[in-house]
């Protein structure tokens, strides 16, 4: 399996050009098609105007959300560079429900961070509901990351059906990485099957190994896996992304939580 449809979300902030730049040469490594979604929500009109005027109201807006993305696509033209097709998706809806309509036909979604000091405006999209919803690998690249070599991986292992679908998406990454770390945390470390699942690895051509980290019973295993990162110099962390919802509101575990709130690097994550 390699990765055909990348699909990247778009908006008026920051962060988008790193973006960009970023699913642009997964693109190119891979042969894909780049495939870049941006909406913004339909303006609630009066009772009196949408009774009187409502096919003129969305000509308007989407003329008006055309000229407000204009610039948008032109800075994907520039940063993801040549690649073999591209395809712009715009729509006036929902932001987080035009990207996870999309992705019905992507191999991978490159969404931004969006912790509690990372803003977002009206067009960027929460990656808890995309993770939750579209179906597929979400790829989150916090801000300043404009570039996503997977040369050393670490997969953040729990022998979960979340954290399987996670490994089974990055093998495209895995296979040519230099090193994949297969880390398990806590008192159970041993019993999780890390490395029944770095030798599946290493038959994929993987260069995986085991890592145990042995931390304490309720602790936050997100600090031990983030140092062990940093020590590594890993750029990519693969793992399940476990959380329940109810009525659209989704809690998510302690580890999905920090890393989609905090994580340095890109973490592929799937539900």
């Excluded at 096919?55 to 032109?74: K, T, V, Y």
């Excluded at 599946?200 to 145990?212: D, F």
């Amino acid at each position: 399996m390699d990765f055909a449809n990348i699909l990247v979300s778009v908006d008026d902030g920051p962060g988008t050009a790193d973006r960009v730049q970023l699913a642009g040469a997964l693109a190119r490594r891979f042969g894909a098609t780049l495939t870049a979604a941006a909406a913004r929500p339909m303006p609630v009109p009066s009772m009196h105007a949408a009774l009187q005027h409502e096919d003129d109201i969305r000509s308007a807006e989407e003329e008006r959300l055309g000229a407000d993305l204009a610039g948008i696509r032109a800075l994907i033209a520039r940063e993801a560079g040549p690649l073999r097709p591209t395809v712009w998706r715009q729509a006036l809806a929902s932001a987080a429900e035009h990207l996870i309509r999309q992705a019905r036909g992507a191999d991978l979604v490159v969404v931004g961070r969006r912790g509690p000091a990372d803003g977002g405006g009206l067009l960027s999209v929460p990656p808890d509901r995309v993770l939750m919803e579209a179906g597929r690998p979400v790829l989150i690249a916090p801000p300043g990351i404009a570039r996503l070599a997977a040369e050393r991986i670490l997969v953040a292992w729990k022998d979960t059906p979340e954290a399987r679908r996670a490994v089974s998406a990055a093998l495209p990454l895995c296979r040519s990485a230099a090193t994949v770390l297969v880390a398990t945390v806590g008192p159970d470390a041993a019993d999780e099957g890390g490395a029944d699942v770095a030798e599946h690895l290493a038959r994929h051509g993987a260069r995986a190994r085991v890592r145990l980290l042995h931390g304490a019973r309720g602790q936050d295993e997100s600090e031990p896996l983030l140092s062990l990162a940093h020590r590594e110099g890993v750029d990519l962390v693969v793992l399940g992304a476990y959380g329940r919802g109810r009525l659209r509101e989704w809690a998510f575990g302690g580890v999905t939580r920090s890393l989609l709130q905090r994580a340095p690097l890109c973490c592929l994550m799937s539900h």
